[in-house]
Nanobody, 124 residues
Framework: QVQLVESGGGLVQAGGSLRLSCAASGRTFSNYAMGWFRQAPGKEREFVAAISRAGISTDYTDSVKGRFTISRDNGKNTVYLQMNSLKPEDTAVYYC?????????????????WGQGTRVTVSS
């Protein structure tokens, strides 16, 4: 089992920044690729970003490229999502997830463990 706890969400004005954190406990954190997903009201959960086990490979959905950065600190068992130039359409609950495979994925079904989510609201 891997337990994931997100933090760092909140209310921010458009153009502002937030950094989300996801602290992991349980099994060896470095054995998991990590992903961030988000779900806006009335919409399906969507992929945001992912990072490989060692942090060498990353992937982003097109709408956040150049604005969001995913990173991880395996010594601290934590994955981060730095979000800059936020837009109202970034408003959602953000979830981190752990994937035990060596290849990073965009599909949420590939991820075995999920946090409870942290809410991000971007006002215009």
């Amino acid at each position: 089992q891997v337990q994931l706890v997100e933090s760092g969400g909140g209310l921010v004005q458009a153009g502002g920044s937030l950094r989300l954190s996801c602290a992991a406990s349980g099994r060896t954190f470095s054995n998991y690729a990590m992903g961030w997903f988000r779900q806006a009201p009335g919409k399906e959960r969507e992929f945001v970003a992912a990072i490989s086990r060692a942090g060498i490979s990353t992937d982003y959905t097109d709408s956040v490229k150049g604005r969001f950065t995913i990173s991880r600190d395996n010594g601290k068992n934590t994955v981060y999502l730095q979000m800059n130039s936020l837009k109202p359409e970034d408003t959602a609950v953000y979830y981190c997830a752990a994937d035990p495979t060596a290849v990073i994925h965009r599909t949420h079904t590939q991820y075995d463990y999920w946090g409870q989510g942290t809410r991000v609201t971007v006002s215009s």
